[in-house]
């Protein structure tokens, strides 16, 4: 069983960079895949990126390609989401989530934070 906590989401204008980090609890997050997701009001949730246990892979959405990074340092138990360029369309509750098991990508996530909220004015 993992906990994860979210911080750094705020408000920026457009063009700005926010990072966000998940906390994981125990040492036991070294083994989980961590993945950033985001739901707007009104709108579906939708992935964002993905990162391994060990942090050799990483996938993303089309949308943040190049804009958005994810890393991990397990020493720290934390996840980030570095994110650049920000967009209004960006706005959103982010949440990260993490998956135990050795398939990649994950299909599904069995652990979930409580999110950040993250808004870009224009």
């Known amino acids: 069983q993992v906990q994860l906590v979210e911080s750094g989401g705020g408000l920026v204008q457009a063009g700005g960079s926010l990072r966000l980090s998940c906390a994981g609890s125990?040492?036991?997050?070294?083994?989980?895949?961590v993945g950033w997701f985001r739901q707007a009001p009104g709108k579906e949730r939708e992935f964002v990126a993905a990162i391994s246990s060990a942090g050799r892979s990483v996938q993303y959405a089309d949308s943040v390609k190049g804009r958005f990074t994810i890393s991990r340092d397990n020493a720290k138990i934390t996840a980030y989401l570095q994110m650049n360029s920000l967009k209004p369309e960006d706005t959103a509750g982010y949440f990260c989530a993490a998956h135990l098991g050795t398939r990649w990508p994950p299909l599904e996530y069995d652990h979930w934070g409580q999110g950040t909220q993250v808004t870009v004015s224009s």
């Open positions: 125990g040492r036991a997050f070294r083994n989980y895949a």
